[in-house]
């Protein structure tokens, strides 16, 4: 089984809809990350979390909220879509800032009408 | 201010010859480096990563990196081509995260490489 999961894979929904993005881990991880890829604006971080009770905002963070249910469940939502928030998007886990190794999940590829 | 860029959104190169995609950063103090890989329809994979010591570095499926304090460059390697490399590649930099005291990866927007048979 894969150590991060995402779901949906895909999704189509329609602006002004609410729709959140899940992740789960199974590495044990403390620290979450959600990012989105554009083509060619390479990945850039929306949220991230350093523990269940720690959340904070990324370089992007206006549209989305956040929600850190467990340490190995980190979620994302926008609350009323636009279709400029089409892109791919992925989450990742990384276990403390020794490593600074990130895992990344498959990805969520989100198109908004 | 610190960055890090990727100079070219693609590299083509055949099959046995050698690969070269690079990376530039400029960052504060000691530099943390990091490439990841991207196959089609799947999430980023880590490669390889320098912290400290040698300036080659070597990592999976064969890869490995030179670190250049002169030049602030990190540039990925391979010495022979396998069109199973054709993927879309990515160079990231440790970058401290305001007032966390802590870091985060900021990564360049990444390279295709496409390794022709």
């Known amino acids: 089984d894969a150590d991060v999961t995402q779901t949906p894979r895909n999704r189509i929904t329609k602006t002004g809809k609410r729709i959140m993005l899940e992740c789960s881990q199974t590495?044990?991880?403390?620290?979450m990350y959600w990012y989105r890829q554009d083509p060619g604006l390479g990945l850039r971080l929306i949220y991230y979390s350093f523990d269940v009770k720690d959340i904070n905002k990324g370089e992007i963070s206006d549209g989305y909220s956040v929600s850190r249910q467990a340490q190995a469940k980190f979620s994302l939502s926008l609350e009323s879509a636009i279709p400029n928030q089409t892109a791919l998007y992925f989450c990742a886990t990384s276990d403390s800032d020794l490593s600074y190794e990130q895992y990344f999940g498959p990805g969520t590829r989100l198109t908004v009408t | 201010a610190q960055s890090v860029a990727q100079p070219e959104d693609q590299v083509n190169v055949a099959e046995g010859n050698p690969l070269t995609v690079k990376c530039t950063y400029s960052v504060s103090g000691n530099p943390y480096l990091f490439w990841y890989v991207q196959y089609p329809n799947r999430g980023l994979q880590f490669l390889l990563k320098?912290?400290?010591?040698?300036?080659l570095v070597k990592g999976s499926y064969g890869f490995e990196a030179e670190f250049n304090k002169s030049q602030t460059s990190f540039h990925l390697k391979k010495p022979s081509a396998l069109v199973s490399d054709s993927a879309l590649y990515f160079c990231?930099?440790?970058?401290?995260?305001?007032?966390?005291?802590?870091?985060?990866?900021?990564f360049g927007k990444g390279t295709k490489l496409s390794v022709i048979p």
């Open positions: 990231a930099v440790r970058f401290p995260l305001p007032g966390a005291g802590s870091y985060q990866l900021t």
């Open positions: 320098y912290i400290t010591g040698d300036n």
């Open positions: 590495k044990g991880h403390d620290r």
